[in-house]
């Protein structure tokens, strides 16, 4: 040190408190660290730190990339690349790493750095500090690497106009022990980002919640029979067929990281904040809750587990049952900002049991209902499967509950579309159609099913870039609150793009029949939701039906004149009288299976 008459002055602030301050993952304590990567050039170091960057941020924790070439723009421009100037451009980075990381921040560093002794003593700058250092080997053969060189310096190095260039003339020395190994010329980007998501995480860095998998709660195959058996000894609960949907949502995933039934700390927060707090925000919309009654509570009040039954058949076991009061009223009120008795799901809260039961749920098998649909009821990991043997770069969903016409096919046309030419190569759609209680006046699933299938069978939608499956959740019809529920699910999926629709969750107030919720807010919402921020929203397109071209097109105002709005009431008009719509509204097939099935309702009602 050459400076002298100099004295550290340490912070009045401390990591706890930068902690609580720092990214709304706060919650969860201090997360300043350094990943230092290192690696050949052309490893993927600067891919691997900026999208591990871009990860953390969108789980609201706060991290850095220090990246090499961008250091040696400004901090470190006045050094070249002899061996001395190496060991001071790893010096100083190595100090900058360290005040990142002393103010609560992930400082991602990557840069060849091909010195072990520059690599142990930015380890140690780090360890004095009492700071988390992580080495990650970036480890893929040259030949991969050379194969990655858009910059050309392999090409040049060979050819002697580069000297010293590190895999060439150069030395790498490779960690001895570090923290993590990554082979990037395997390993797929996203495993990689989420190896380092679960090192850190092992080292208490960052939530479990920061971890992108899915939690299902039902348990493996080899331990279903002993269950079941235990099942038949516990005292037990008569289900309904909504509580046996959200057994089912629970079972697959959808909630994760629920390990069950709410208890009431977490109905608490997801009734008030919208999110489960503990351990990161983690957006819950919706209450996932199992009613039961008072004769129900007093009997199994006392019980370590009880088996859980839909038609006289055990399908869950439920540990350690927490049972608390299921004050309707605020319940409806929070959830549905009303509580008018003729809403069709709080006419079923209120005839339901007056206390809510919380527990670790396991499911003791996979919930079919044998209706001819099974085969798409695809579970989060199911998808996730699928989209990756499809080869797919972006998945962008689309959840509905209504028939396809050709304006919602066209707004899915035109996302995929924008998705290539953003870059993406090969965007999959997921059509995903809710499959729990609807309303009854709701054309019902197998109806949409046979719809939605002419439509891909017609080509309207490309069959070949879609993914048809069956979401299992019962609607709500909870507006804004509940549309958050169906993005994160999606985002559960594996999608990362999600298409709003106009009053996404909406329905007509049961007296006035006016909208109950703003048609734009859903979309508002979605745009400010927290813990949902991973995932991009796209927002709806008004489409109508214009005269002039035949067809459906986006809606311009300055041609209102022509364009004609049909709405689902006329829609339903037509179909019950056997009046066709115009040409170019819906595929003719989609159109036949929809107008037999009012056809058949209008035939029955008579």
């Not at 054309?443 to 309207?460: D, F």
Request: hydrophobic content about 40%.
């Amino acid at each position: 040190m050459r400076a002298t008459n100099i004295t550290y002055q340490p912070s009045r602030v401390s990591r706890e408190q930068r902690g609580q301050i720092m990214g709304s993952g706060g919650r969860s304590g201090f997360h300043g660290c350094t990943i230092w990567f290192t690696g050949l050039s052309g490893a993927g170091k600067s891919t691997l730190a900026f999208n591990l960057e871009d990860y953390l941020c969108s789980k609201s924790l706060p991290a850095y990339t220090l990246d090499g070439d961008n250091i040696r723009h400004g901090l470190n421009k006045n050094l070249g690349f002899s061996e001395t100037d190496r060991e001071e451009n790893i010096r100083r980075i190595g100090e900058v790493a360290k005040l990142f990381a002393d103010g609560g921040i992930v400082a991602l560093t990557a840069f060849i750095s091909p010195f072990r002794k520059d690599r142990i003593q930015a380890r140690e700058i780090h360890e004095k500090a009492n700071l988390k250092f992580f080495e990650i080997f970036v480890d893929a053969p040259i030949e991969v690497c050379e194969s990655r060189d858009v910059k050309g310096l392999y090409k040049k190095a060979r050819a002697g106009l580069i000297k010293g260039f590190t895999g060439i003339d150069q030395d790498y020395e490779p960690p001895l022990n570090p923290d993590l190994v990554l082979k990037t010329g395997s390993m797929t980007l996203s495993d990689c980002v989420q190896a380092i998501i679960h090192l850190l995480e092992s080292h208490g860095i960052v939530p479990e919640s920061a971890k992108d998998v899915v939690k299902p709660l039902q348990v493996p195959q080899e331990l279903s029979a002993s269950l079941a058996a235990e099942a038949q000894l516990l005292p037990s609960v008569e289900i309904s067929t909504l509580d046996l949907q959200w057994v089912q949502v629970l079972g697959e995933g959808w909630a994760t990281p629920l390990s069950g039934f709410m208890r009431e700390r977490e109905y608490l927060q997801s009734l008030h904040f919208g999110c489960l707090v503990d351990g990161g925000v983690i957006n819950q919309s919706v209450p996932i809750v199992l009613p039961v009654t008072t004769e129900d509570k007093e009997r199994l009040t006392e019980e370590k587990a009880i088996a859980l039954k839909h038609a006289g058949k055990t399908v869950a076991i439920l540990r350690n049952p927490e049972f608390y009061e299921q004050r309707k009223e605020e319940r409806a009120s929070r959830q549905f900002g009303m509580s008018h008795p003729d809403h069709p799901y709080i006419k079923m809260i209120n005839e339901s049991g007056d206390w809510l039961c919380g527990g670790e749920l396991e499911v003791l098998e996979r919930i079919v209902w044998n209706d001819g649909l099974d085969q798409y009821r695809l579970t989060p990991n199911e998808l996730r499967e699928k989209f990756r043997e499809m080869g797919a770069d972006a998945v962008f969903a689309f959840q509905l509950r209504n028939p396809i016409h050709n304006g919602h096919a066209l707004l899915m046309q035109d996302t995929r579309k924008t998705l290539l030419e953003r870059g993406y190569k090969n965007p999959v759609l997921l059509l995903h159609p809710l499959g729990g209680w609807t309303k009854d006046d709701d054309v019902p699933l197998p109806t949409r099913i046979e719809q939605h299938k002419a439509v891909l069978e017609e080509k309207v939608l490309d069959p070949d870039s879609t993914v048809m499956a069956i979401f299992p959740s019962p609607m709500m019809y909870a507006g804004p609150t509940e549309v958050q529920w169906h993005c994160k699910t999606r985002m559960i999926a594996g999608a990362n793009f999600y298409i709003v629709g106009r009053d996404p969750a909406g329905m007509p107030h049961p007296v006035t029949k006016k909208d109950i919720y703003e048609a734009t807010h859903g979309k508002k919402v979605l745009s400010m939701a927290p813990g949902l921020n991973q995932l991009e929203i796209v927002p709806f397109r008004v489409a109508a039906y214009n005269t002039k071209l035949q067809k459906m097109d986006f809606f311009d105002p300055e041609k209102k004149e022509d364009f004609l709005f049909i709405s689902g009431t006329k829609m339903r008009g037509f179909a019950r009288t056997g009046e066709l719509p115009p040409d170019g509204f819906m595929a003719p097939s989609a159109w036949k299976v929809l107008a037999e099935f009012y056809q058949n309702l209008a035939a029955q009602s008579s």
